[in-house]
């Protein structure tokens, strides 16, 4: 028999469900247990529900105790719904420790794992933009493998990193930046983060606060978010949920240059092929006449408008991931596995990402035993990472760059070796050799990583007698990052290449051991506490083989160099860690919470056995008090739930190992048969470092009223953090660039609002919306002395060398640094014998670093289709828009127009380039722009199947969503760029140049259950 | 099962104190495996000499792009060579500076140091250090005026971070205070054969030292004559090289890594990895070679492709210009530098036997010693002719026509200045930076300068190379500096300023 039909006799049933005070539940959800047939109450309270027969209904209402309701031989259905589920609520915090969301003393916020599936990003951090207060994501233009830059409640630490502890399962892993941009170029090579799949993700709870991380101790310097991994069922059932999600992502062209004049120089066209070779870059010509006139090739070309390249050059991404889980467990044991696969083709022609995810997650317990071990096996395979910021290897310098008149499909050359000339070597089209055509940059060169990464970790506990629980638990995260860097073979400025091959291990093992006792003395004094210790040990070693010019044309094999030289990198380290909580509450309404650790760094301790403050204690102390529970029924009826807080901690931040010394190395292989040493530190080495302090008040309320309708979670902080151990950039003459000193304070005040309203809900239709907004005002109060004396540190320089990042006291973060125009008592701009503009003085436009950000979310649902979009905000930052630097120089930039008639003041015509290129790399002011802006960041379709049509078939649960992401740039003050287009997620944020375009994204996500 | 949890609680507990006690290992643990706490002195000193030839970036930038255009060495049509046309480009200018600090000063400053504070090395060693020392500081202050010097490179070793900007003046009077006592301390011991340049020979080294200190004071001539008088007298008294063997140059390799090639090479030599095929030979350099029929003009040219015959391009000039050149009107019309002497493995020159005695020839005129000026011009252009066999034994010109040029050029009393100044700068070809410092203080050679639109110095020949504002921005005592030189907020504009030799 193909179709077997088992009909169950059915029944209709009909109630109504109210509260303890007899008023009507709107919006209640009435399910039939183990299916997904259900209802939800209306305006009145009522529903109506065809069940099976003998079928028992889940009945559920935020911020109320779930009912299970038997339905045999009951007709009239007369549900009342007890507050108080929010009681019980429970959320994972420090450690892995499930505590009372009541009892918390800190703001924490929490994501459900659905919520980052349907609108996917290849790496979750980027999912995390706008829908948390007070964490600001960074999504930097670095290519689809690249990496996020997350930054909670401003930044604190003067160097070094700023971005929160990410643990998954109770475990840390490694979420550093594998390698970034700086200002000569180079590639992002992606971050720990990414390797997290959203599939696997059951909960994301953001702890913002030292309090709440402040059991991490020394880790919690920037906040902490905490993973938590979905788990098999222990009911019996084995469930098969299949995910599949295709997204096509194309390029948001920002640009708007001049399109009216073309090749050539000084309002000429080009004479000769050698003029037009020399003018690739130059969009300073003559107006474009539509006239025969001659390109870099020798060919003769219309003079005329040659249309978009952008869109000739960069293709439509995609990516697909498809995810298949299976659940399921018994008495005593619960089970998942799942297995994920995402393919991703980039908009630069020839990169990709693909990756490869396989999650375990088993857990059992017998008698007063328990354990658990789950893991992720991730295969990550990333080609051709694009060169960011400098030209050379870089598509996106070029591919925006090239004159009106001249079509990037002349760049291709050979059809069978994109950007090549018929010998195989680069076809230049201008004559400055770093200006690498884009075609060879995007198909000739190499920039390939493979990571294979295991991170997981055993848990074996046991509970020795009632409430007191003994856990121990070993974590591990390793991976390898396996580069092959690859410039080839007749690259123009490198005519015999070059090629790196290197291999780099990391390793995180932590282990870990927690004695904790919950329980109540009395029904007035419940105790909560625990003492616990932790070992965490890692190690960095990296091996490459490489060098420079290939004997063999083309042969790209390391082998085949002539010049070939070898690296060896290790680093270890190791913290010791011993740690305490107690919480006692008090009538169930005063809650008082402790925690204490201390950390020992090897990396603080001195080699060679000299003093060296080498461990910290980092205490914490929080208050939450209930009103609700403790003043009874003196607060208003309309409040279900009302908690005030206040907290304080002290946590902090080491340093990487080996910075103290000075010491001492073998250069390259000598030469002439003489061995070469030298210093090795390129940063001064101190004298002594101490760990830099973190310590934060916060107070706080939590709010909800109306049955749950209106939410409103309300932060205060006040921040400072003290001796940042910091890379100071000091004179260069110093012989080094940058002196590793414990430095400055860092003051980060703010507030964190979210309010989260049911505007609607009846039969039919929901509406809820809910704001975050955050405001963080940060401010740099000293610097290298105790003193605010006007001191200023360089964490950043724009390749255009004319615009910088600095550290200025009395100033927030990241000020972005320019020169400035000279200018008489009127403003005027004050100009040279020659009439072009003087360069003024290096001065200061603002942060780079937004202070104030909005998220609002709106969720529709009507009837089986949901709509929900995302708005984000942020304001108060600057950015330097090196793209408009580089638009002046080559005469690209709309504002050059101006003059090349009639010419400039004394400037004549023909020479306005000399004008506009004296601001272009001598007056960063003209560049300096305010990146806020508007965008509509998510917006989300989803249609859930009826049940009752997939009778039969062996799905259910089958819903379909459509997805978009960064839809639309709703406002923003920048030209020819989008105003998030930083190339790095360093701290020296607000220099903008040449990153891979911002995508646009659409996506169909498809998810069942068998 | 009750005695079971007291295991487990005893092991826990057991754990505890473990982890109380532990940081027994951590300084091993922070003892960075790959790295020495102290280094032979030998290993860093041929480090410091291979740094001082510099690498691509800054021979490209300061050196060739720069210096060999501003004084017409070369000429190039390409837009980024910005020294042909007077043109700004700041990290061009500053590109030595940027670098020098860094990967040649850090490192002589530290061995100086090691050497006098502890009984490493002995005093020979420390006196071709602190000759070497002055090697590097010279082309610095030439080029960017007032620098740091006396707190330099001492961010390790004193703790300064931001050095003070010494006037030129102090550091000069330093300097040759330097290579007096730093010749008088030769002795027994010293590098050997870490020394790249003459493999420790401490005769060579004197007359090296003695050289040194001779163009320093010579560089004085304008700014105070009795002072360089009485140091170049020093210095010939003390005996200055006068063979070809006396050259100080270091040879280098082709590879195995970058810091072995030579940095010119490194940017021309097309036939291993790189080729800048912007520059040809300038027409001021191949017309004054041909109006003196001088047999250098075929080791340093090669035939231009289109014609075959050598010849100079005129500089100052774009390819729109170019066009309109009644010269020739391609690149390919002009001689390219001969490939032999640029070559990844060529020498790299530091100071010659022909400089000295072209330089004692110009003292010997001002009256400032009793030597004999013309033969010393004899000398020193029949060095300067014999220097190529360094480059390439093929080059060589025998030594008939070397005297057959040295007899038709003799110094002629009445335009002896110029004639030597002519010289000196043939004989400083592929040092660009020194080539331009001496043409600065001389005015010689006669060069005439080009006026091309955008040019930063109203059309003459710029007198400085424009430090970073970065660098500058950050140092709290550049601004005094600034102010002393007479150096405004915009950078372009400094290389209008002469430095304080410069009168």
């Known amino acids: ?1010 | 099962m009750k005695y079971l949890k007291y295991k487990i609680l005893f092991v826990f507990v057991g754990m505890m104190l473990f982890s109380t006690s532990c940081d027994d290992n951590f300084a091993e643990l922070n003892t960075n495996p790959t790295v020495a706490i102290g280094i032979n002195p030998n290993f860093q000193f041929t480090f410091v000499q291979l740094r001082t030839s510099g690498g691509r970036y800054e021979n490209w930038r300061a050196g060739l792009i720069y210096s060999s255009m501003m004084i017409q060495h070369l000429a190039a049509t390409c837009g980024y060579w910005t020294g042909d046309k007077y043109t700004f480009n700041g990290g061009y200018a500053s590109s030595l500076i940027d670098r020098a600090y860094n990967e040649q000063v850090k490192d002589v400053v530290d061995l100086i140091n090691t050497l006098s504070t502890t009984d490493v090395g002995d005093a020979t060693m420390l006196g071709m250090a602190r000759i070497w020392k002055v090697v590097i500081f010279q082309r610095l202050t030439d080029l960017y005026g007032d620098i740091p010097y006396f707190e330099a490179g001492k961010g390790a070793i004193d703790g300064i971070d931001f050095p003070t900007y010494d006037s030129q003046e102090s550091i000069y009077m330093d300097m040759l205070n330097e290579l007096e006592q730093g010749v008088a301390q030769l002795g027994d011991g010293g590098f050997g054969g870490a020394d790249l340049i003459y493999g420790g020979d401490v005769d060579k080294w004197r007359k090296f030292g003695n050289s040194m200190m001779l163009r320093l004071a010579m560089r004085l001539s304008e700014v105070d004559a009795a002072t360089a008088q009485a140091w170049a007298a020093k210095a010939i008294a003390g005996g200055i090289m006068d063979s070809n063997d006396d050259d100080a140059f270091i040879e280098h390799t082709n590879g195995p890594e970058g810091i072995n090639k030579n940095g010119i090479g490194e940017v021309l030599d097309k036939a291993n990895g790189f080729g800048d095929d912007c520059p040809r030979l300038s027409d001021t350099f191949v017309d004054w070679m041909n109006s003196t029929g001088d047999p250098r003009l075929s080791i340093v040219a090669v035939p231009s492709a289109n014609t075959g015959e050598i010849a100079g391009m005129p500089n100052g000039l774009d390819e729109a210009l170019l066009a309109e050149n009644p010269t020739g009107t391609s690149v390919d019309d002009f001689s390219r530098i001969n490939p032999a002497i640029v070559t990844v493995s060529s020498p790299m020159m530091f100071m010659t036997a022909a400089e000295a005695q072209l330089l004692s020839a110009e003292a010997a005129m001002r009256g400032w010693h009793g030597g004999d000026a013309s033969s010393h011009f004899s000398d020193g252009i029949a060095l300067a002719l014999g220097s190529w066999a360094h480059y390439d034994p093929a080059l060589a010109l025998d030594d008939a026509a070397i005297s057959a040029y040295v007899d038709a050029n003799p110094l002629d009393e009445a335009n002896a200045m110029s004639q030597i100044g002519w010289q000196y700068w043939a004989a400083t070809f592929l040092n660009e930076y020194e080539a331009f410092s001496n043409f600065r203080r001389t005015g010689f050679p006669e060069l005439t300068p080009v006026d091309y639109p955008g040019n930063i110095t109203n059309g003459q020949i710029p007198v400085r190379l424009a430090n970073n504002p970065g660098e500058a921005t950050l140092n709290p005592s550049w601004k005094s500096a600034a102010d002393r030189q007479g150096l405004g907020t915009d950078f372009p504009s400094h290389m209008s300023v002469p430095v304080w030799w410069d009168k």
Do not use: C
């Not at chain 1, 003085?841 to 942060?847: D, K, M, S």
């Open chain 1, 1 to 1010: 028999m193909l179709f077997s039909l088992t009909v169950f006799s059915q029944r209709t049933i009909s109630g109504t469900i109210v509260d303890s005070g007899g008023d009507p539940m709107i919006g209640a959800n009435v399910i039939e247990q183990g299916t997904s047939n259900g209802t939800i109450t209306d305006l009145d309270g009522a529903f109506s529900l065809t069940v099976s027969e003998g079928a028992m209904l889940d009945i559920s209402y935020t911020g109320y105790a779930d009912q299970v309701i038997a339905t045999e031989n009951v007709t009239d259905f007369n549900i009342i719904l007890e507050e108080g589920a929010l009681l019980d609520e429970v959320v994972v915090t420090a450690l892995g420790i499930e505590r009372k969301k009541r009892a918390l003393a800190y703001s924490v916020t929490e994501l459900e794992g659905s919520s980052l599936v349907t609108a996917k990003e290849i790496n979750i951090g980027n999912s995390l933009a706008g829908k948390v207060a007070g964490v600001n994501v960074s999504n930097p233009a670095t290519g689809p493998g690249g990496s996020t830059r997350i930054v909670i409640r401003g930044n604190g630490n003067i160097s070094g990193n700023n971005q929160p502890l990410v643990v998954v399962d109770g475990v840390p892993i490694n979420t550093g930046n594998l390698g970034a941009a700086g200002m000569w170029g180079g590639q992002d090579w992606g971050d720990g983060l990414s390797s997290v799949n959203a599939d696997d993700i059951e909960t994301m709870t953001v702890l913002k606060g030292n309090t709440a991380g402040a059991l991490y101790g020394y880790r919690a310097d920037n906040g902490v978010i905490v993973i938590t991994t979905k788990k098999g069922s222990k009911d019996g059932r084995i469930g098969v949920e299949f995910n599949s999600n295709y997204q096509v992502e194309s390029i948001i062209d920002f640009y708007d240059f001049q399109r009216q004049y073309g090749h050539g120089n000084r309002g000429a066209k080009p004479g000769t092929e050698a003029e037009a070779f020399a003018q690739g870059l130059s969009s300073w010509g003559a107006p474009l006449d539509g006239s025969s006139v001659l390109q870099f090739d020798g060919q003769s070309r219309p003079y005329s408008d040659a249309g978009d390249n952008l869109s000739r050059f960069y293709g439509t991404g995609a990516t697909f991931t498809n995810t298949l889980g299976i659940n399921g467990g018994g008495e005593g044991y619960g089970f998942r596995f799942s297995v994920t696969d995402l393919d991703n083709k980039g908009i630069v022609p020839n990169s990709t990402v693909d990756r490869k995810t396989f999650t375990a997650n088993v857990n059992a317990n017998k008698g007063i035993f328990f354990g658990n071990i789950s893991g992720s096996f991730v295969n990550d395979a990333t080609s051709n990472r694009p060169r960011l910021s400098d030209s050379p290897g870089n598509a996106n310098y070029t591919a925006w760059s090239l004159p009106p008149s001249i079509n990037i499909n002349d760049l291709r050359g050979d059809a069978d070796k994109l950007g090549a000339n018929p010998d195989g070597t680069e076809l230049q089209f201008n004559d400055n050799v770093f200006v690498t055509n884009p075609w060879w940059a995007a198909y000739q060169f190499e920039g390939n990583n493979t990571k294979n990464r295991l991170f997981g970790n055993i848990t074996l506990g046991a509970e020795l007698l009632p409430g007191l629980t003994l856990t121990g638990k070993a974590g591990l995260d390793r991976f390898n990052d396996r580069r092959r860097n690859l410039t080839p073979y007749g690259t123009a400025f490198s005519t015999l290449g070059g090629l790196t091959e290197s291999n780099r291990e990391l390793q995180e093992v932590n282990l870990e051991a927690i004695l904790r006792y919950a329980g109540d003395i009395n029904p007035n004094i419940g105790i909560d506490v625990l003492v616990g210790g932790n070992q965490q040990k890692n190690f960095d070693e990296t091996l490459s083989v490489g060098g420079g010019n290939f004997n063999i044309p083309f042969l790209h094999t390391a082998k085949n160099l002539a010049n070939q030289s070898t690296g060896y990198g290790f680093s270890q380290f190791q913290v010791n860690s011993v740690f305490a909580m107690a919480e006692i509450s008090l009538f169930n309404s005063l809650y008082v919470t402790a925690t204490g650790r201390q950390d020992w760094f090897s990396a603080l301790t001195d080699p060679n056995g000299g003093p060296s403050e080498n461990t910290v204690f980092y205490p914490s102390i929080g208050v939450a008090y209930d009103l609700v529970e403790g003043l009874g029924g003196s607060l208003p009826s309309i409040v279900d739930f009302a908690k005030v807080r206040a907290s304080w901690a002290e946590v902090g931040g080491a340093t990487g190992p080996y910075q103290l010394g000075l010491n001492y190395g073998i250069v390259g292989q000598g030469h002439l048969g003489q061995p070469l040493g030298s210093i090795s530190n390129g940063t001064v080495p101190p004298i002594g470092l101490r760990p830099s302090t973190n310590k934060e008040l916060e107070l706080g309320f939590d709010v909800r009223l109306f049955k749950g309708k209106v939410n409103v979670d309300f932060a205060l902080y006040n921040r400072e953090t003290t001796d940042g151990i910091l890379n100071a950039g000091i004179s260069s003459t110093s012989g080094f660039g940058s002196k590793r000193v414990n430095v400055g304070k860092v003051t980060n005040k703010g507030v964190e609002l979210l309010v989260d309203v049911e505007v609607l809900r009846n039969n039919n239709f929901t509406w809820r919306t809910s704001v975050n907004f955050a405001q963080n005002n940060n401010e740099v109060v000293s610097l290298l002395t105790e003193e605010s004396d006007g001191e200023e540190i360089r964490l950043e320089e724009s390749r255009t060398r004319n615009a910088y990042i600095h550290l200025v006291e009395g100033q927030p973060y990241s000020q972005v640094m320019g020169f400035a125009y000279v200018r008489d008592g009127s403003g005027g701009i004050m100009l040279d014998d020659d009439g072009l503009p003087l360069q003024g003085e290096l001065q200061t436009f603002g942060t780079g670093v937004h202070p104030t950000s909005i998220g609002w979310q709106n969720s529709f649902s009507i009837g089986d289709v949901g709509i929900s979009f995302l708005i984000d905000a942020k304001s108060g930052a600057k950015i330097y828009n090196a793209t408009n630097a580089y638009g002046y120089f080559r005469g690209l930039h709309q504002a050059t127009l101006e003059g090349r008639e009639g010419g400039l003041g004394t400037v004549a015509a023909a020479d306005v380039q000399d004008y506009y290129q004296r601001i272009a790399f001598g007056i960063s002011e003209e560049f300096i722009q305010d990146a806020n802006f508007v965008k509509l960041r998510e917006l989300i379709v989803s249609y859930r199947l009826p049940n009752d049509l997939l009778q039969g078939v062996p799905f259910k649960d089958i819903s379909l969503s459509f997805a978009g992401r960064n839809l639309a740039l709703l406002a923003s003050s920048t030209d020819n760029i989008d105003p998030e287009s930083t190339y790095t997620t360093g701290n020296g944020q607000g220099l903008e140049m040449f990153g891979v375009p911002v995508t646009r994204s659409f996506g169909l996500n498809l998810s069942a259950k068998f």
